[in-house]
């Protein structure tokens, strides 16, 4: 039985993982994952583009980037194309090891990275590695920030007898703490870039599935 002692903050990327309900339409046949804190299914790639653009847009409201629309030279500077770069400005202060308290800390890297600070970029980045599954694997990485700070606990089962696996359950301490916490706040920040800035919202959403489509194993350039 795991003791929870961590301190008791959910970041919004997190909140949004653990009332998906709200952010994302019914799972599909294929498109699909069970939230744990409901009996539902919810689409998995609505659920994981919520989750980054509240990280993303919760970091440039604290300070830490500023999401900017600039050109990119492409074939050796023939031509150019808009993209969404997150400068980097200052840490905030997010619990780590959060998608959002790593947002700053990856734009520094790849912006000294030969300028390779594209949200694209940062989101694959994140992912670390490629995999069948990108999608799911980045709900994973979720789940397993909120198991390092103990608002989830962690059973390690055998799959064949040989692979050891993570499986995560919510303990009702968290579930009451997501519970009790409003989620329109950051219902309100999606929609206010989506009317007020929507070529940022556009080439947010492209950036993030193109981040995470780029870690299927099999397909692995950028467009």
């Known amino acids: ?38 009996d539902q299914d919810v689409s998995v790639s ?6 980054f653009a509240a ?31 997150a400068e980097p400005v200052r840490p905030a202060e997010f619990p780590a090891p ?5 947002i700053y800390e990856m734009a520094v890297k790849q912006k000294n990275d030969k300028g390779t600070n594209e949200v694209a970029t940062l989101v694959f980045a994140w992912l670390r590695e490629d995999t069948n599954l990108p ?11 909120l198991a390092s700070r103990q608002l989830l606990d962690v059973v390690q089962e055998k799959k064949l007898k040989v692979f050891t696996v993570n499986k995560f359950t919510l303990p009702e301490g968290t ?28 080439l947010l959403m492209k950036h993030i599935k193109s981040g995470i489509d780029n870690r299927h194993e099999s397909d692995n350039d950028f467009d």
């Open 175 to 202: 579930r009451q703490l997501a519970a009790e916490l409003a989620w329109q706040p950051i219902q309100q920040l999606l929609s206010d870039c989506q009317q007020n800035r929507p070529e940022v919202w556009k």
């Open 46 to 51: 609505e659920l994981v583009q919520a989750m």
């Open 1 to 38: 039985m795991t003791t929870h002692t961590a301190v008791s903050v959910l970041t919004p990327s997190e909140q949004v993982f653990l009332q998906g309900e709200r952010f994302a339409s019914k799972g599909g046949l294929v498109n699909r994952i069970k939230l744990m804190h409901v």
């Open 135 to 145: 999608w799911q694997e980045a709900v994973k990485l979720v789940q397993s920030g």
């Open 98 to 102: 959060s998608l959002e308290a790593q």
């Open 55 to 85: 990280a993303f847009l919760s970091c440039e409201k604290m300070g830490a980037i500023r999401l900017e629309i600039r050109p990119k030279k492409l074939l050796f500077g023939l031509t150019k194309k808009d993209t969404l770069y």
